[in-house]
T-cell receptor, first 111, second 110 residues
Framework: GIQVEQSPPDLILQEGANSTLRCNFS?????LQWFHQNPWGQLINLFY???GTKQNGRLSATTVATERYSLLYISSSQTTDSGVYFC?????????????FGKGTKLSVIP | DAGITQSPRYKITETGRQVTLMCHQT?????MFWYRQDLGHGLRLIYY???????DKGEVPDGYVVSRSKTENFPLTLESATRSQTSVYFC?????????FGSGTQLSVL
């Protein structure tokens, strides 16, 4: 099956700093989503981004499907950004609704 | 309120007991999913449903049963709970490829 690798596994930031999270995938994907799991365990859909660039406030994401990676940018980080960020993909080799998750990047933003 | 809701939020049960986790969505999404989240494994798909009365196995279906008699509900049943089923369970729904998750059910099997 497809491999989804996220880096870095852990990240500690001072409040106000910027960061870039990376997601590499080993095969062509149909779709890609970024999720934020907050400290209370809730999974929040950030972006649905199979290709191109999207922005939502301080967050933006870029997927370069031909090079098999996606980036999530967090600018001016806040303590509420803490949690785990997951990248998840669907790909042709599995059922079209089989969403495969990476292991996540754990972000801690300290005041 | 519109959205996807799971119940209960927390559940403690004993090995061998039957337990049902509930999932309800108000968007009339065609697709619904059940995942479990465990340390070291991330989120894994248990079952999914493409429409009412249509269900299919995911990556880790053993020990679980699902049904979908109505579009808005997708209950997950553990017919005889085992300790290895202690986990956090997430329900999700989708119309198209994007997926929205419920708040999760934390299940402990003693």
């Amino acid at each position: 099956g497809i491999q989804v690798e996220q880096s870095p596994p852990d990240l500690i930031l001072q409040e106000g700093a910027n960061s870039t999270l990376r997601c590499n995938f080993s095969d062509s994907v149909n779709n890609l989503q970024w999720f934020h799991q907050n400290p209370w365990g809730q999974l929040i859909n950030l972006f649905y981004i199979p290709s191109g660039t999207k922005q939502n406030g301080r967050l933006s994401a870029t997927t370069v499907a031909t090079e098999r990676y996606s980036l999530l940018y967090i600018s001016s980080s806040q303590t509420t950004d803490s949690g785990v960020y997951f990248c998840a993909v669907t790909y042709s080799g599995a059922g079209s609704y089989q969403l495969t998750f990476g292991k996540g990047t754990k972000l801690s933003v300290i005041p | 309120d519109a959205g996807i809701t799971q119940s209960p939020r927390y559940k403690i049960t004993e090995t061998g007991r039957q337990v049902t986790l509930m999932c309800h969505q108000t968007w009339s999404h065609s697709y619904m999913f059940w995942y479990r989240q465990d340390l070291g494994h991330g989120l894994r798909l248990i079952y999914y449903s493409a429409a009412a009365d249509i269900t299919d196995k995911g990556e880790v279906p053993d020990g679980y049963v699902v049904s979908r008699s109505k579009t808005e509900n997708f209950p997950l049943t553990l017919e005889s709970a085992t300790r290895s089923q202690t986990s956090v369970y997430f329900c999700a729904s989708s119309e198209g490829q994007g997926r929205t998750f419920g708040s999760g059910t934390q299940l402990s099997v003693l």
